[in-house]
């Protein structure tokens, strides 16, 4: 039995990113929300940067999302969630570095530009990611298989969730939809989304849209038909 403690915020990405590895892993963890705009008296003894994921194993905490994600692949080696050979390990973290590097910024600069310029900028940006992910990431990595690296789940694919979790938000504030030059984008997304792990912390359509509304200081209009 494991005696991991899991600091999350419903809301975080980079939270969902860890929950989903632990779900996968079947990993026995006790859960504990934080508020972001009230932590709790010691957060920072356990989170030095204040922020979520953290978690308590052991002796040992550790933060950021991505260093938390590799730490248990290594100590719960089982299922593996990234390849065990070095150079396709080494072409996985680089897909994970280009999904916190240019993926989540572009997503980040055409929602929350400060203006229409920027947001422009930013739909282009996005796009760009998209068709390279398109052409070069699924198109030449997963071969026939319905994940990033194969027939497997692993983190790359992990590590990209959460932003398509929240492309609704993209379509309700920016008008925007998946290219339809990225077919293996969407089958991709399709098969993921189905998965027990994603699905147990997912958020509903109405949660994201009546968040961003308050931050980007739109108006709220959610279909009732939106889970």
């Known amino acids: 039995m494991s005696n991991l403690k899991l600091y999350y915020a419903k809301a975080s990405t980079f939270s969902q990113r860890t929950r989903v590895v632990l779900l996968e892993k079947g990993i026995e963890f006790t859960p504990i929300e934080i508020d972001l705009q009230n932590k709790p008296e010691g957060y920072t003894q356990i989170s030095r ?3 979520v994921p953290a978690i308590a194993h052991g002796d040992l905490n550790i933060y950021e999302s ?6 248990l692949e290594e100590v719960f080696p089982e299922p593996a969630l ?3 050979e070095p150079g396709a390990k080494a072409i996985a ?8 590097t240019r993926f989540v910024p572009a997503f980040n600069k055409f929602l929350r530009g400060k203006d229409s310029t920027e947001q422009e900028q930013g739909r282009r940006e996005f796009i760009e990611s998209l ?13 026939n298989g319905p994940y990033w690296l194969g027939d497997k789940v692993s983190l790359v694919d992990i590590s990209f969730y959460p932003w398509f ?13 998946l290219p339809a030059e990225t077919p293996r ?11 027990q792990s994603i699905q147990a912390v997912e958020n509903p359509v109405s949660f994201y849209i009546e968040r961003f509304s308050k931050v980007l200081g739109e108006p709220t209009t ?4 939106q889970k």
């Open 131 to 143: 068709l390279y992910i398109e052409q070069e990431g699924l198109g030449k990595l997963s071969g």
């Open 165 to 177: 979790e929240r492309l609704p938000i993209l379509e309700h504030f920016r008008k925007f939809s």
């Open 185 to 195: 984008i969407q089958q991709w997304w399709n098969t993921l989304r189905d998965r």
């Open 82 to 84: 990234l390849p065990s």
């Open 66 to 71: 991505a260093i938390i994600d590799e730490y």
């Open 222 to 225: 959610v279909g009732a038909a």
């Open 93 to 100: 973290r680089i897909w994970i570095d280009y999904a916190n």
């Open 49 to 51: 940067y204040g922020k």
